[in-house]
């Protein structure tokens, strides 16, 4: 780009040649402001520089149950093992108990509820500039979100994403085609080329680590969505392709184990980068572990296509018993999820909390994290920042969680109080078949009544 200056050339360099004219110093400063910002990107003040990086990493369809660190024996996790050892695992995350509305709930900070149950796969329009994305943006964050979006048809509005706040993004085709094999994906606006032979999770994680190359000198904010361990899109003509040299797709436990390598080369990268200290990183899941997933796809002439898939259920073994997935129901194995947070050097090392946490905590707290502490009063969520930054109690009382079906609840450590006002013992009565409504324990009466209270604020 730029000619080589020689020992022989300097007889011609300006210094030789005594000081530019006022014009000509104008013309060459505004050269070199240009050159800056189209080499490294808009110019970051010092302020800015030293704000923490954050990597959210959401996996689809993975409760509790699933992971080694909570229990969950069925698996091994050993990457996401070692991020809850090298920083806080949370025992009492909860979401909605299935992907869009716990979407919809990170992203604005609010209850899905409260702004109407929005359509499924949608997102509100008047909402888009109030997102995560666009909260960060405006702290001075280069953003990016790769994997699973489900909020719009990207074929019909490509810039969906951007307009909501992300720099970069690199995502499936939500109802076009694969998210594993031979994926077909969005970047940037355009239908991505060359995805043929390579297998989705792979390609989200490259982009985002030349995400993170790209801004070693500005914070970022990464939201890595997953589409592990969500079983195979099953709305298409035609089946989406089988794991190479296989007759079916992967089955949970392999999920389960890819998803576990993904997140060791995102930690693994940030090491690389040396940005793992100034990264903060969490790990979550956006509902409950999957109770079936699709083994493979077989021809059938009364099926409307000509096939129709076999799905297999998932069973976990958990604390000492086997249950199923519980994804969609608002039962504890349906919206009990993981939280894992790490970064060496600002929280103790395999610790635990017992703190209530649910999804529209999140966006307050990448604010707070961000250096905003003034948010909108109409967010639901409630800042957990302190517990980042030594302090050991929480600032919620109850976490909630909703269904598309107007039924909803609140809940602290022990017990869950129904819109219904049905009440379960969760330390004693995990499967939630007991309700305790015409006669709750009476050591639980001010609990319950906190919960009352809580339930009331929210009709």
Partial sequence: MFPFIGRNANKDHPARRGPLPDHRRLVMAAVVVWLAHTVHGPAVSAEQADRPNIVVILADDVGIDAIGCY??????????????????????????????????????GRYPRKLQNPKWGSFPRELETQTVAHTMQRLGYATAVA???????????????????FDKYCLFGWHEGARYHDPLLWQNGALRDGTAGSYGPDLYVDFLIDFFRQHQDQPFFAFYSMALCHDVTDDLKQPVPYVPGKQRYLNYGEMVQSMDQCVARIVDSLEA?????????????????????????????????????????????????RVQGGKGRLTDSGTHVPLIVSRPGSLAAGATSDALID???????????????????????????????????????????????KKYWVRDQRFKLYSNGAIYDLQTDPDETHDLQTQPPAAATQRLAALRRALQSLK
Avoid at 147 to 165: A, E, F, I, V, Y
Wanted: charged letters at 20%; glycine letters at 10%; aromatic letters at 12%.
């Fill in 147 to 165: 994997g699973k979006w489900q909020l719009s048809l990207l074929k019909q509005d490509p810039q969906q994403p951007h307009r909501m706040g």
């Fill in 359 to 405: 999804f529209s905590d999140f966006l307050p707290t990448f604010a707070a994290l961000g250096g905003q502490a003034d948010l909108p009063d109409a967010l639901d969520g409630v800042s957990f920042a302190n517990l980042l930054d030594g302090a050991t109690q929480g600032k919620r009382s109850w976490a909630y969680s909703e269904s598309k079906s």
């Fill in 71 to 108: 229990g969950g024996t069925s698996f091994k996790t050993p990457a996401i093992d070692k991020l809850a050892q090298s920083g806080t695992r949370f025992d009492h995350c909860y979401s909605m108990p299935v992907c869009h509305p716990t979407r919809i709930c990170f992203l604005t």
């Fill in 273 to 321: 980068l040396g940005l793992r200290k100034k990264t903060w990183i969490l790990f979550t899941g956006d509902n409950g572990t999957a109770s079936r997933s699709i083994a493979r796809a077989q021809r059938d002439p009364q099926a409307k296509r000509g096939w129709q898939y076999v799905r297999e259920p998932v069973y976990v073994n958990f604390r000492g018993r």
